[in-house]
C-alpha cells in the first residue's frame, strides 16, 4: 500500500482508526469554524476581537484548504470528486476567504462550511441513522408527485388570495402591491403569522379567517401524505414477497422459513 | 379532417406536436400576463412603466380573446365549454380589461388569469401527476362528511370563544366586537398567531392558553382525517383486481383462491 | 293521537313534514338571532339600531321562551328534559334577556343560543354525517388514556420554561411574572406566537428556539394519536369476525358468504 | 412488620389506605406550594402578601425536608434513592429556600417542585395510563434515530437559511447577526411568527416564503414519523401471542396455523 492508498484511506474512509480520528477531528474544526463565523456576526463581539477573528478565519481556511489539496491528491477519479456535491462545497468553503481580500464582506458566505457537517453521517457509520435517512428520503421521493400537485395548488392559492386581499384591503392597511400581499397570504396559509400585515376592515378579516381554515385542511395534506408513505413502507419491510411453492399463497413474514398455512418448506430466499 | 376538426386538435388537445406547442405557448403567455399583473401593482414600478404596462396588458388581452373565441369556433358542444369551468375563467380573464375602460381599476381582476394554470396538468399529461391529483381528491372526497363536521365543530368553538373573550378582555384590550372577537380566535386555533389581538387581562390569556391548547388537539383532527384516508386509499390497492368468472364480483383480496360470495374458483393470477 | 303527541311529533320529530318544517325555520331562527347578537356588540352598528336591536331581540326572546314551553309540556320524560345538555342549553338561550332587565349587559351571553345549532345534526338527518361524528368521537374516546398524559406533560413542560424564561428574561423584557411566562410558553409551544412577549437576550433566544423545536416534535403526538386510531377505527369496519366452520380462519372481509380459503359457507350473520 | 417496613409502605407504595393517602396529601401540598411560586412571582400579589409568602414557603420547604428525611430513613437501598431522577428532584425541591438565606432570589428555582407531580401517574395507578405512557415512549424510542435525522437536518436548514437572510436583510431590517437570524429562522421554520423580527425587502419577503412552505413540509416529517410508529405498535397487538409448541419462538401472526419457522402445528386458540 503506497501513500496515496493511505492517504485515501485516511481522508476519504471511516473505517481504519486513522480514518476515523481524521474525520472526528475535520467534523470538531467545521463545528468551531462555524461558530466562529456566528459569533463574527454579532457587533458587540466582533468589534472588540476584530484580529483575533482575522487570524482564526486563516487559520480555518488555511487548514481546509490543505485538506482540500489532499483530497484532490488522494482521490481516484479526481475529476468526480470536484464535481461531486461535497466537492463543490469543499471548495466553497474555503472561496470566500480569498475572495474577501479582494471583496470586503465576502466572509460572510463560509457559513457555507455548516453544510460540510453533513460528513457525520459517514463518520458515525450508524447504520440505523443512515436507514432512518433513507427511509425519510424514500417517503419523500415515493409522494414527489403529490407534493408537486400540492405545492403548485399552494401557489395557486396564495397568488390568488394575495391579489384578493390586496383588492379588498389596500394600500393603507399594508397591502400595498399584490407580491406583497401573496407573501402574507404565505405567512398567514403556514399559520407563520408575523403581524407585520393584517386585515384590518371586517370583509378583510372575514376573508383572512376563510384562508386561515382552509390553510388548516391544506396543512393536513403533506402530513397525511408523508405519513402514508412512511406506514407503507414500513409495512413493505415486514411481508416478504416470497409465495408457497405448495399451496401458492403470499403474505409470509420475511424471517419465515415454514408456509403458515399449509407447512410446506419455503424456498430460500438468498435475496432478501 | 377539416380545418374546424384541426383546430379542435391544435387547440384542445396536447397528443399532436401543434397541440403540445399550442399548449406550452399558451402556458407561458398566462405566467407571463401574471407575473406582469403582480408587478403593476407595484408602487414604484408601475408609476415608472405606466404606458408599458398599459400596452402589455392589451396584447395579452387580444392574445387571450381571440383564442376565447378560436376556442368557441372549435368547441364540438359550444354551450358546454362556454360554462364549464375552465371555459367562464377563461372569459374572466379578459373582460376586466374591457371592463378597465369604464370603469378605473378593474384590471386589477386580470389576476384571476393565474387559475388558467390548471391547464397545465393537461399539458403535461403525467399519468402520475394526474393519479396524485386523484388520490388527493378522492381522500378528500371520501372524508368529507367528517371535514363537514370538524369544520361545524371549528365555527361553534370560534363563536363561543370569541364571545368569551369579548365579555372577559372588552373593547379597552382590542376585543371591540364579538366579530372581531371571532376573527381573534380563528386567528388564534389555526396557530397563526397576529398579534394584532392578544388577551391582556390574567383570566383572558388563561382562557386563550386553554383555547391554544385545544386548538393543538383539534388540529391533529384534520391530519388525522386525511392520512387515513390515504392510507386506506393505499390498501385498497392490495385489494386483487381479477372478476370471478361465475358470478361477476369483484373486490377479492389478492389471496383469495376461491370467490368469496360464491364459492367458484378464481382464475391463478401470475402476476400478481 | 291525541294533540300532546301531535305536538311532540313537531318538536322533537324531524321525520314528518310538520316535524322537519319546525326544525328548519328553528335553525334559521337561531342562526339568525346569533347573527344579530354579533352585530349588536359592533359599536358603530349598535349605536345607529339601538331600538331595532331592542325589539328584535325581545322578538326572539319570547319565541324561544315558548317553544321551550311547548317543549316541556309535549316531554313524556319531563325532567329528563330538563335536565338534560340540550335542555339547559335551550333555558340559557332565553334567560338572559330576562336578566337584562335588572343586570345591564346580561344580554350579551345570548351568544350561548349558538350551541343551539347542535340540532341541526339531528335535522339533517344524514347517517353519514352522524357516522362521521361518531368516528371523531370514538377515536377521541379510544385516545383519552393518551391525551391525558399527552396534556400533563404539556402543563409541566409549560410551567417548567414558563419559570425558567422568567428567570432568564426577567420583567424588563415582558415577562414579569411566572403565570405570563407560561402564558407565554402555551403561545409559544403551540406556535400561535402572538408576539407581544417575546424573548430579547441571547440565551432566552436559545432557550426558546430548544422549546419551539420541542413544541415542534410535541405537536407530532396528538396527530399520531389520533391518525391510528381513525385508520384503527376504519379497518376495524371492514373486517368481519367470523370464523369459517370449516378450516377454522378468519380474516373474512364483512360482505364474504363463502371462506376465501377453502371455499366453505360462512355462517349467516344477523348482528354484523 | 417493624417500623421501617411500614413506613417504606407509606411514603413509597400506594397500594394501602395509609400509602394512598399520603401520596394524596403530597400531591395536594406540591400542587399547592406551586401555586404559591407562582403567585409570589406576581408583583402586585406579592407586594401585599411579602410576609405570607415567607412564612408559607417556610412550612411547604419544612415539610418536603422532613418528607425527604422520612424517604431516606425508609429506602431501602438508600443510595439508589439519592441518585434517582425522583430523589434528585426531591432534593432539589427544597434546596432554593435554604440557599435563599444566603442568595436572595434564590427562590424562584423551588418551581421545580412542579417535576414531583410526575409521582401523579404512581399513585393514580391507572393501568391504562401507564400503558398509554408506554406506548406514547415506545413510540419516541422506536424513532430516534430518524427523529435525530430530522433535527439534525432542521439544525443545517436554520443555519443556512439564518446566514442567507443575515446577508439579505441586514442589522437595519432586524437581522442584526447570524445568531439573531438563526433565531428568526427558528420562529419562522416551527410557524411560531413572532414578528419581532420579520423580512422586509422584497428578496428577503421572498426566501422568507420559501423557507415557510419548505416548513410546512418538514412539520409533516416529525407528526409522520410519530403516527407511523404509533400504527405500528398497535398492529403489533395483531400478532398472536402463542409460542410454538416445538422449537417454542413466538411471533406468529394470529391467523398461522403451522409455526413459521420448524412447521410444526401450533395449538388451537380458542380465544383469538
Not at 165 to 185: C, D, K, L, N
Request: glycine share 6%; hydrophobic share 50%; charged share 15%.
Amino acid at each position: 500500500m503506497n501513500w496515496k492508498d493511505k492517504l485515501y484511506e485516511v481522508i476519504f474512509e471511516a473505517d481504519t482508526p486513522a480514518g476515523r480520528t481524521f474525520d472526528i477531528m475535520l467534523l470538531i474544526a467545521i463545528v468551531l469554524s462555524t461558530i466562529i463565523i456566528m459569533l463574527e456576526s454579532v457587533p458587540s463581539i466582533a468589534a472588540a476581537n476584530r484580529d483575533t477573528f482575522v487570524v482564526v478565519e486563516w487559520v480555518f481556511t488555511i487548514l481546509f484548504t490543505s485538506e482540500y489539496v489532499l483530497r484532490i491528491i488522494a482521490a481516484r477519479r479526481k475529476a468526480k470528486y470536484l464535481l461531486s456535491f461535497l466537492g463543490i462545497i469543499d471548495l466553497l468553503s474555503i472561496l470566500p476567504t480569498y475572495l474577501a481580500i479582494f471583496l470586503s464582506g465576502a466572509q460572510i458566505f463560509l457559513v457555507i462550511r455548516v453544510v460540510r457537517l453533513f460528513r457525520v453521517f459517514r463518520i458515525l457509520k450508524l447504520a440505523h441513522l443512515l436507514g432512518a435517512g433513507n427511509t425519510l428520503r424514500a417517503a419523500l421521493i415515493a409522494s414527489r408527485h403529490k407534493i408537486s400537485v400540492f405545492l403548485f395548488s399552494v401557489v395557486l392559492i396564495v397568488i390568488l388570495s394575495g391579489a384578493l386581499m390586496y383588492v379588498i384591503e389596500g394600500s393603507e392597511h399594508g397591502f400595498t402591491s399584490i407580491p406583497r400581499s401573496v407573501y402574507w397570504a404565505v405567512v398567514t396559509l403556514t399559520t407563520v403569522g408575523y403581524g407585520d400585515i393584517a386585515p384590518q376592515t371586517f370583509l378583510g378579516q372575514f376573508i383572512a379567517s376563510v384562508i386561515m381554515i382552509l390553510g388548516y385542511g391544506i396543512l393536513a395534506v403533506p402530513t397525511g401524505i408523508v405519513s402514508s408513505e412512511m406506514i407503507n413502507l414500513k409495512s413493505k419491510e415486514k411481508i416478504s414477497s416470497q409465495v408457497c411453492p405448495h399451496c401458492m399463497r403470499d403474505g409470509h413474514d420475511s424471517d419465515a422459513v415454514f408456509c403458515k398455512y399449509c407447512s410446506f418448506k419455503l424456498n430460500d430466499h438468498t435475496v432478501s
